[in-house]
C-alpha cells in the first residue's frame, strides 16, 4: 500500500507557464515532507522541505504548499524553463531522520521551450 | 570536490550470480544509506551504515542482501543469487553526519539487470 502517491506519472507544459505537481499522503503521522528532482542516469538531487508547522515555503522559482487536513502537498514551478524538465519525487517523514523517508512514484515533468 | 561514486553504473548479471555495488561516499562523508528504485516506484530505503557499523538495516530483504561498510574502502551491497525482481536501479548516497535527509547526497545509482 502506497503511503505516498504521485497521480500523475507525467506532466507537460510551456515555458514561462506554472508548473504544478501534486502528492498525496495517507499516514497522518507524516511531519516532514521534500521534493527531489532527478535527471536521467544521475542520482535524486535535493530540491525544498516542508514542515507541518508550515503551510508555505518559498525558494525561488521554487514554492511548497502543504495542506495537512487534505494530507496534499504540491511543487509549484514558475516559471518553468526547459531545464527543469526532469522526474520530481516526493518524500515524506515522520521525522527529519536521514533513513525514515517513504518517497513518492515520482511525476516527469516535460517544459517544453 | 568529487561528489558520492558509484560503480558499476551498468551491471547485468544472469539469474545465481551474485552482484556488488560498490559507494564511495563524498569525501569526509562517515554515513552511508542504500536505496533500490523498481520501475514505476520510487526509491524505497534499504539500510543505512557508519563507518563498520550497520546501524538500520529495516528496509533490507531478509536473504540474499547484505551490506558492508569497511574502515577503508567503499561500502558495498551484495546481493547472492540474483533473480529477475532484483532488476532495478540501486542510489546510495552519504550525509557527513546522521542529520536531516535534505544532507544526503545521492550517486548516480547502479544499474542492474539480471537475465
Known amino acids: 500500500d502506497q503511503q505516498v502517491k504521485q497521480n500523475s506519472p507525467s506532466l507537460s507544459v510551456q515555458e514561462g507557464r506554472i508548473s504544478i505537481l501534486n502528492c498525496d499522503y495517507t499516514?497522518?503521522?507524516?511531519?516532514?515532507f521534500l521534493w527531489y528532482k532527478k535527471y536521467p542516469a544521475e542520482g535524486p538531487t535535493f530540491l525544498i522541505s516542508i514542515s507541518s508547522i508550515k503551510d508555505k515555503n518559498e525558494d525561488g522559482r521554487f514554492t511548497v504548499f502543504l495542506n495537512k487536513s487534505a494530507k496534499h502537498l504540491s511543487l509549484h514551478i514558475v516559471p518553468s524553463q526547459p531545464g527543469d524538465s526532469a522526474v520530481y519525487f516526493c518524500a515524506a517523514s515522520e521525522d527529519n531522520y536521514g533513513q525514515n523517508f517513504v518517497f513518492g512514484p515520482g511525476t516527469r515533468l516535460s517544459v517544453l521551450p | 570536490n568529487a561528489g558520492v561514486m558509484q560503480n558499476p553504473r551498468h551491471l547485468v548479471r544472469r539469474r545465481g550470480q551474485e552482484a556488488r555495488l560498490r559507494c564511495s561516499p563524498m569525501k569526509g562523508h562517515s554515513h552511508v544509506y542504500w536505496y533500490r528504485q523498481l520501475p514505476e516506484e520510487g526509491l524505497k530505503f534499504m539500510v543505512y551504515l557508519q563507518k563498520e557499523n550497520i546501524i538500520d538495516e529495516s528496509g533490507m530483504p531478509k536473504e540474499r542482501f547484505s551490506a558492508e561498510f569497511p574502515k577503508e574502502g567503499p561500502s558495498i551491497l551484495r546481493i547472492q543469487q540474483v533473480v529477475r525482481g532484483d532488476s532495478a536501479a540501486y542510489f546510495c548516497?552519504?550525509?557527513?553526519?546522521?542529520?536531516?535527509?535534505?544532507?544526503?547526497?545521492f550517486g548516480p545509482g547502479t544499474r542492474l539487470l539480471v537475465l
Open positions: 548516497a552519504s550525509s557527513l553526519t546522521m542529520a536531516h535527509q535534505e544532507t544526503q547526497y
Open positions: 499516514n497522518s503521522m507524516f511531519d516532514y
